[in-house]
């Protein structure tokens, strides 16, 4: 295909897509890239140039593009039941990738409900939280809390919990009124401050809060803003203190993003602790996922739960909550639907991701972690590169000092090194396939190094 064909490819989407987290304006001078096809971690434009996707499109790819595992359990549904209403219904794949997710944290999670997206997943964990308490006779447990920098969607609901003004401010008006308290970045050192700061709002509103809602290990839209797993551990114990649910949103950080399948499978119970005796902690291992950790009452799946195939969202949560609803008055059921709930397609997809963890997948990922660490080893030394961190497969550093357009000057140069990746803010970060080898790592890092030199030398 010919570049002015492929230009030609640019203008009609201005025209007849309005595009995601982006301003239409802005992109009539820097047009979206048209990508004609995907094949494992590369993305190719219709003129046959290669880009490798270092985001995982939105950290939706786990296995890249095209992985042919996941479509031939996608097309092996498709012949079979490609859809069919949960609501009065049921089907195979959507029992056996609840019973399989319910396994891995040991049944403690024994209850899912299907959503679509990230987003539904937040609202229906929020309306089953309120909802609960009030069946429970508590219904003035209504408020909820959120980490501050935290993101967690952009339906209303969700926005509600969310702490990031450029998608925040212009809802306001429109949203309920969330506590919003300090969040453990490691960068501050400031873990024990945030924990202050929790308990000083559970004491005073936790007879009106339902819920504080979190990203395990790692806020995404944040910047990558990374914490350790005893702030958590310490937060799941404030919680049950105060009697208050703790929502874990694994949207992003799931599917073994952060080292294990659950991030929360890092967050063991505190000695002495109800949990702890109940159940002794125990190692995570590809084999035999982690029943050991403290669950939270609520734990979020989406992105990668299908491998970037399908859209899928999922919300565990435990016996306690399920029962709340439990009763032949109809008024007190969850009355929650969404048209492709569980859809037998996007279950298969997932069926066939669990299928790749239950054969070794986290062994695979962290020697790819490994990989990632050698090779951009070297950035921490860069005067402009501050705070190089990383969890799992998840590695980020900020630049330093402020860019004018850095996300967007970074974007264009890396994309003539052969590199597909949007930072956010001043923060570059790489969250890539599954596929990640000693070569690929050290072509990230070349890339990577490559196009920030381009960018400081234009500033």
């Given at each position: ?46 003129q ?26 996608i ?21 056996r990738l ?23 997943a ?43 003004a ?26 024990q ?12 509103r ?5 819920a504080v809602?979190?990203?395990?290990l ?16 310490r ?23 952060t ?17 702890s ?16 950790a ?17 859209p ?5 949560t435990?016996?306690?909550v ?7 008055d109809?008024t007190?059921?969850f ?28 062994a695979?990922?962290?020697q ?63 969250m ?28």
């Amino acid at each position: 295909m010919s570049e002015a064909v492929q230009q030609d490819w640019q203008r009609r989407s201005l025209r007849a897509v309005w595009h995601p987290c982006t301003q239409m304006a802005r992109a009539e001078r820097v047009p979206p890239l048209p990508i004609a096809r995907g094949q494992g971690p590369w993305l190719f434009d219709h003129q046959g140039r290669r880009y490798f996707d270092a985001n995982s499109s939105w950290w939706v790819n786990l296995f890249g593009h095209a992985d042919p595992a996941l479509n031939d359990a996608i097309k092996h549904q498709l012949d079979t039941l490609p859809h069919v209403m949960l609501a009065g219904c049921t089907h195979e794949p959507a029992v056996r990738l609840a019973e399989r997710l319910s396994a891995r944290t040991g049944g403690a999670l024994g209850h899912l409900f299907f959503g679509s997206d990230g987003a539904s997943a937040v609202e229906i964990a929020l309306k089953q939280s309120f909802h609960s308490w009030r069946n429970r006779g508590r219904g003035s447990k209504r408020e909820f809390v959120c980490l501050r920098n935290g993101y967690h969607g952009e339906t209303i609901g969700a926005l509600a919990v969310t702490d990031v003004a450029i998608f925040r401010d212009a809802y306001d008006p429109l949203l309920m009124r969330a506590h919003i308290v300090n969040s453990p970045d490691q960068r501050l050192g400031n873990e024990q401050a945030a924990l202050d700061d929790m308990r000083a709002l559970l004491s005073e509103r936790s007879q009106q809060i339902a819920a504080v809602i979190v990203e395990p290990l790692v806020q995404g839209a944040a910047g990558m803003v990374m914490h350790a797993p005893s702030y958590l551990r310490r937060l799941r114990q404030l919680c049950r203190e105060f009697d208050v649910h703790l929502i874990a949103d694994e949207i992003a950080v799931g599917c073994g993003r952060t080292g294990t399948f659950f991030a929360w499978e890092q967050v063991s119970p505190l000695p002495g602790t109800a949990a702890s005796d109940e159940t002794p902690a125990t190692p995570a291992t590809p084999a035999t996922p982690a029943t050991g950790a403290d669950w939270p009452d609520f734990l979020l799946l989406s992105k990668g739960i299908t491998g970037g195939t399908l859209p899928l969202s999922l919300v565990l949560t435990t016996d306690e909550v399920y029962q709340a609803f439990w009763s032949e008055d109809v008024t007190r059921g969850f009355l929650h639907s969404h048209s492709y709930t569980g859809n037998p397609l996007a279950c298969a997809a997932a069926n066939a991701v669990l299928d790749r963890f239950d054969a070794g997948q986290l062994a695979v990922n962290q020697q790819q972690a490994a990989h990632l660490t050698a090779a951009f080893a070297p950035l921490a030394a860069h005067p402009q590169v501050a705070h190089l961190r990383q969890r799992g497969t998840i590695l980020a550093f900020d630049v330093k000092p402020a860019i004018e357009r850095f996300s967007e000057r970074f974007h264009l140069a890396a994309r003539e090194h052969e590199l597909l990746i949007r930072p956010i803010g001043q923060t570059v970060y790489l969250m890539p396939p599954y596929l990640v080898d000693e070569a690929s790592a050290q072509f990230l890092a070349c890339a990577v190094q490559d196009s920030l030199q381009e960018v400081l030398h234009a500033a």
